[in-house]
């Protein structure tokens, strides 16, 4: 499966999220590292919904950009 992921960069630190997977989060000190953890949660995210035999939600969020001029 391919979830979309949310990254934002805060004033220390990085932060992801997955929109289709509420609740699956991770904070990293780089961007790079912030993919690596959000993607290990994302695993273990999903090997616990099926443990606990809830459904995997199937991937449904687009990401795309919006070019505006800067007033």
């Known amino acids: 499966m391919r979830y979309m992921i949310v990254i934002e960069k805060g004033e220390e630190s990085w932060g992801a999220y997955v929109p289709d997977l509420p609740g699956c989060v991770a904070v990293g000190e780089t961007e790079a590292e912030v993919k690596q953890l959000i993607q290990e ?13 809830s459904t995997i939600p199937t991937p449904h969020s687009k990401g795309d950009y919006v070019d505006v001029l800067a007033a």
């Open 41 to 53: 949660a994302i695993e273990f995210h999903l090997d616990d919904l099926t443990e606990s035999g």
